[in-house]
């Protein structure tokens, strides 16, 4: 076909022979024909291993994802809890004396761990109520964040009303399914 400027372009056409030849030379550089699988390259490769199929239902357990999102979530609270401290310190003096490193050092705990556990807290309930969301509807999709915002949003803002439930709601489930979406495509 011709594009704008008049030049004829010759469009590559891949057969089937050739991405047969393509999996046989791939399979014959990585051992076994077993390692991939045959829809296609991209695919899931068939674990064979009963150990490895154990660990890959326990990795995909809800369970084990909303713990792993509590410790992560845990984890990144304190590391912000002692970054803001650094930065803001929230100590008032109640005499006179300056403040000491040992002041300090208490502040930055006490914020590490208010941060840290809200992060937990988040990364539990988010990442748990997702899970069950998708279970429940057999499917991985959008929908899925969004759900799960609104629910762990709204029952957080529920405690100080119902509008501040109804904007919670709103607030999580874009965020969450605004990072479902950047981080899937």
Known sequence: FEDNAGVIVNKAVVSTQ???????????????????????LLSKPI??????????????????????????????????GVFTAAIDPNLTPITDKPQTARDIWREMLSR???YGKSFAFLGLAL??????????????????????????????GLRAGVVP?????????????????YMKS
């Open 165 to 181: 439930g109804c904007v919670g709601c709103a607030g999580f489930a874009a965020f969450s399914a605004a990072i479902d979406f």
């Open 112 to 114: 590490s761990k208010s």
């Open 47 to 80: 674990s064979v291993n009963p150990a490895e199929k154990k660990i890959e239902q326990i990795a995909e357990s809800c369970a084990f994802k909303a713990g792993m999102a509590t410790v992560i979530g845990g984890a990144m609270g304190v590391f912000f």
């Open 18 to 40: 050739s991405t047969g030849y393509l999996i046989d030379r791939i399979n014959a550089r990585v051992g076994s024909s077993e390692s991939l699988t045959k829809p296609g």
């Open 127 to 156: 990442s748990g109520t997702e899970c069950l969301i998708e279970t429940y509807r057999a499917r991985s999709d959008l929908r899925n964040s969004l759900y799960s915002g609104c629910l762990v949003g709204g029952g957080m």
